[in-house]
C-alpha cells in the first residue's frame, strides 16, 4: 500500500468561495504526479479529499470550516418516508450501470447547467468541465444512466474504491425536476455500494450555510470529517 505521507502538496492561491458569497476558499492540492491510483486516493478520501478530474484536493481554509466531507455507512442506512416516497414516484424509470461515457451526456449535461446554473461558474456548459466529472485515467468510475420511455433522464457519476463508491456530480433533465432526481440518483448509488458488499459512499461536501447542500444531511446516519475524525450525525 502506499504512503500518502509521502505525497506532495500545494495550497492554491486564494479565489471566491463557489458555495458562500463574501468568502474566499484555498485548496490544498495533492501533486498530480504523486496521486494516480485508486489504493492512494481511497486512503485520501478518507481524510477529506475529494476528485475533481485528474487533481485531488480539499479544502484549506484559514479562517473558515464550512465545508465538512460528509459519507454514509450504506450497511446501516434505512430510507426514510420520504426517501421511500421518492423510490416509488419513480418505479417507472428504467436504470441502467455502465462503465463508459455516453455520447449523450453532453445535451443532457447542457440542458442541466443552463436552466438550473446559469448563475454558476460552469456555466455556459463545455465539454471540457463534463470530463472533470467523467473522466479519470487511474479510476475505475460507474454511470447510473436512468431512462423514461426509452429517453435519458439522468446521469449520476460515482468513482469506485476498495471499499467505497464516492458520489462524483449528478445531471438530469430539468423538465423532471418533481421527481427529486438527485435524491433518487444518491439512493441508487446507496443500491449500488450495498450490491458490491462497500461499506461507504462518499457524497462530498456538506456544507450547512449553503441551502443547495442540505439534502445530503437527510440521508442518516451520516458521518462528517471534523478535527481529522469522522463523526456520527444521527437524524
Given amino acids: 500500500m502506499s504512503d500518502i505521507y509521502q ?56 479562517t473558515c470550516d464550512a465545508c465538512q466531507s460528509i459519507r454514509l455507512d450504506v450497511e446501516t442506512f434505512v430510507p426514510s418516508k420520504s426517501q421511500k416516497r421518492i423510490q416509488a414516484r419513480n418505479k417507472d424509470i428504467e436504470v441502467v450501470i455502465s462503465d463508459q461515457v455516453q455520447s449523450q451526456y453532453f445535451n443532457l449535461y447542457s440542458r442541466y447547467i443552463t436552466n438550473r446554473h446559469a448563475d454558476g461558474s460552469m456555466f455556459p456548459p463545455t465539454e471540457a468541465t463534463l470530463a472533470t466529472f467523467t473522466q479519470c485515467s487511474w479510476l475505475e468510475r460507474y454511470f447510473i444512466e436512468s431512462y423514461l420511455d426509452g429517453n435519458l ?21 430539468p423538465e423532471y425536476d418533481k421527481r427529486s432526481l438527485g435524491q433518487f440518483n444518491i439512493l441508487q448509488q446507496i443500491k449500488l455500494a450495498q450490491q458490491q458488499a462497500k461499506r461507504y459512499l462518499y457524497l462530498g461536501y456538506q456544507i450547512d450555510e449553503c441551502a443547495a447542500m442540505n439534502y445530503k444531511k437527510n440521508f442518516t446516519p451520516n458521518e462528517r470529517f471534523i478535527d481529522q475524525q469522522w463523526i456520527k450525525f444521527k437524524k
Fill in 7 to 62: 505525497l506532495k502538496l500545494g495550497v492554491t492561491s486564494e479565489f471566491d468561495c463557489s458555495y458562500l458569497p463574501q468568502r474566499r476558499e484555498q485548496l490544498l492540492v495533492v501533486h498530480p504526479q504523486t496521486q494516480n491510483s485508486s489504493d492512494v486516493y481511497g486512503q485520501l478520501i478518507a481524510k477529506g479529499f475529494r476528485r475533481g478530474g485528474e487533481d485531488t484536493y480539499r479544502p484549506y481554509c484559514p
Fill in 153 to 173: 433522464i439522468s446521469v449520476a457519476v460515482c468513482d469506485s474504491l476498495d471499499n467505497a463508491l464516492s458520489a462524483v456530480y449528478t445531471f438530469f433533465d
